[in-house]
């Protein structure tokens, strides 16, 4: 096989693969807290998705079960696999008054169990304050947990776009070390615009290297024709 066949195609895989990432990206545009998938190629064989952790915008909604994290950390989240992470703070309370996330999954307090609003006489007047601290009116319902990990951790990523560590294990974060800001929510950390330029600069990448097989191709065939005719 040539070697420019053999580079071209494995161009257009590396191209396919940086297409996926960003489409799956824009798609995810409108999740509050998401964060960026990136590939990286250290060479033609090898590549890296990851995650970047940057913190996104916090963006005003007024709703008072809507929340953002300033700092780092995450929500924890009991799941069917086990506790999982997010930053997605646009919570609701379910029919049996336990605060979960979009998906249905409780959200976990400090003391490991899910927030929940005890008895139905209970006002139901929400306030969340910049320390955690989760009230139905004057009466105190639990505490936030936000979990951070350190450097050494590696986070990847699971359904929905919560996190789980691979790598690491996660420390309670203090009073201090974080706020809370109710009625907000955190962007995605990414500039959908910047994503949508990529993905057209991939697809012509992408055709260029198409063109190159397909010339190869052409040539091939020509070989082969112009052999028979001998």
């Given at each position: 096989m040539r070697i420019g066949y053999f580079g071209a195609a494995l161009g257009s895989i590396q191209q396919e693969k940086q297409m996926a990432v960003h489409s799956n990206n824009i798609a995810n545009a409108m999740k509050p807290g998401y964060r960026k998938d990136a590939v990286h190629f250290s060479n033609f064989f090898q590549q890296?998705?990851?995650t970047k952790m940057e913190q996104g915008k916090i963006q005003r909604t007024e709703n008072p079960l809507d929340i953002a994290i300033n700092g780092e950390g995450f929500l924890r989240v009991q799941t069917d696999a086990g506790i999982l992470y997010t930053r997605a703070g646009d919570?609701?309370?379910?029919?049996?008054?336990?605060l979960v996330t979009q998906d249905g999954w409780p959200v976990l307090g400090s003391d490991g169990q899910p927030i929940e609003i005890p008895a139905l006489e209970h006002q139901f007047d929400i306030r969340i304050e910049r320390d955690g601290q989760?009230?139905?009116?004057?009466?105190?319902?639990?505490?936030l947990a936000i979990a951070q990990f350190g450097q050494e951790a590696l986070l990847e990523k699971v359904a929905n776009g919560y996190l789980r560590p691979?790598?690491?294990?996660?420390?309670l974060m203090a009073e201090g070390e974080?706020?809370?800001e109710q009625g907000a929510l955190e962007a995605p950390n990414f500039n959908i615009v910047e994503e949508m330029v990529k993905i057209v600069e991939t697809t012509r990448i992408f055709e260029a290297y198409q063109k190159v097989l397909q010339s190869f191709d052409q040539e091939?065939?020509?070989l082969v024709r112009t052999?028979?005719?001998l």
């Open positions: 890296k998705t990851y919570l609701r309370f379910s029919p049996d008054r336990t989760v009230f139905d009116g004057e009466d105190p319902i639990g505490t691979a790598r690491g294990e996660e420390r974080f706020t809370i091939d065939s020509q052999l028979g005719n």
